[in-house]
């Protein structure tokens, strides 16, 4: 099966429906996920009141979805360009 990500909306559903006393196994089905889906989903819930993503760790980004779709752009106008090439196209230092 392939992975299948629950939108905020469909995980409120999923809460409903198991709070009316549906089974983890119905409501997979229902949404064509695995009932470990649901399972994690609903406990998640009754542990913190959200079915919010929780924040993950890392780095900060350092450039804008803007700048990342520019940079798409420019790597597919010029496929045999250096690393380098494109970073020089920057007025940003992005290292």
Same mark, same amino acid.
């Given at each position: 099966?392939?992975? /299948?990500?629950?939108? %905020?909306?469909?995980?409120?559903?999923v809460v409903g429906m198991a709070n009316t006393g549906l089974?983890?196994?119905?409501?997979?089905?229902?949404? #064509?996920?695995?009932?470990?889906?649901?399972i994690r989903l609903v406990q998640r819930y009754r542990q +913190? #009141? @959200?079915?919010?993503? /929780?924040?993950?760790?890392? /780095?900060?980004?350092? +450039?804008?979805?803007?700048?990342?779709?520019?940079? @798409? /752009?420019?790597?597919?106008?010029?496929?045999?360009? @250096?690393?380098?090439?494109?970073?020089?196209?920057?007025? %940003? #230092?992005?290292?």
């Amino acid at each position: 099966m392939a992975r /299948r990500k629950l939108s %905020i909306a469909e995980r409120w559903q999923v809460v409903g429906m198991a709070n009316t006393g549906l089974s983890c196994r119905r409501i997979a089905v229902h949404f #064509g996920v695995n009932h470990t889906v649901i399972i994690r989903l609903v406990q998640r819930y009754r542990q +913190t #009141g @959200s079915v919010e993503d /929780r924040p993950r760790a890392g /780095r900060p980004r350092k +450039t804008t979805p803007r700048e990342d779709r520019n940079l @798409s /752009r420019q790597a597919r106008l010029k496929p045999f360009s @250096s690393a380098d090439q494109l970073r020089s196209l920057w007025p %940003i #230092g992005v290292e």
